[in-house]
């Protein structure tokens, strides 16, 4: 057992800090050494993930992500499931509450988990939606879209970004003055904002 938690420690080592790993991953780490170093070592992995700031300690596209809960996928770096059609990328204040109505009323599901959230814990709820739509053989949606926001500050923010896979993508944006004007120009309660500036 020793022999094998020091070669994977070793191969682990070189591309995360290993001293981060829950005891629970680096259990299954070990009882998967053989797929684990594998991968690792292949040439898929130098060439798409020897440079990545997250690098999937697993292979993304054998892997069974239904088999695999949302917790543990944070923490083996793997992308979010890749079983959604685009991404929908808005920033505060540009029309995407209207946007987000439209693409329901044309048939389209999107996964989202709104508010200002820590990283982690908004990378597991959009995991277990994907993986929830995908397992639902009833699902009536045409299309089914990655709803992201600028409002995922807390936690490690960066990490959640980089796991999104690469989609198409709409990016909804909006002119910053226009944006600032109609902040300012809301009637808000004292202390709210707006007539603070």
């Known amino acids: 057992m020793q022999k094998t938690f020091e070669e994977l420690y070793q191969a682990l080592d070189k591309i995360i800090d290993v001293r981060t790993l829950l005891p629970d991953v680096v259990r299954v780490l070990v009882m998967h050494k053989d797929m684990v170093l594998a991968w690792l070592e292949s040439q898929e992995f130098k060439e798409k993930y020897i440079n990545h700031p997250y690098p999937p300690l697993l292979n993304p596209a054998t892997i069974n992500y239904d088999g695999i809960p949302a917790e543990f996928a944070w923490e083996l770096n793997l992308p979010l499931p890749p079983y959604f059609d685009f991404l929908l990328v808005r ?46 053989k009833n699902s009536k949606s045409k299309y089914t879209y990655l709803h992201i926001e600028d409002y995922v500050l807390r936690g490690d923010y960066k990490k959640y970004f980089a796991l999104v896979p690469k989609k198409p993508a709409i990016n909804l944006v909006r002119d910053p003055i226009s944006i600032l004007k109609h902040y300012l120009g809301a009637k808000r309660p004292t202390g709210a904002g707006g007539g603070d500036f």
Do not use: M, P, W
């Not at 693409?103 to 982690?120: N, S």
């Open 91 to 136: 920033s505060h204040g540009a029309g995407g509450n209207g946007f987000h109505n439209f693409l329901g009323r044309c048939g389209c599901l999107d996964f989202y988990y709104g508010g200002i959230e820590d990283a982690r814990a908004t990378y597991v709820s959009i995991y277990q939606q994907i993986l929830k739509n995908a397992l639902n």
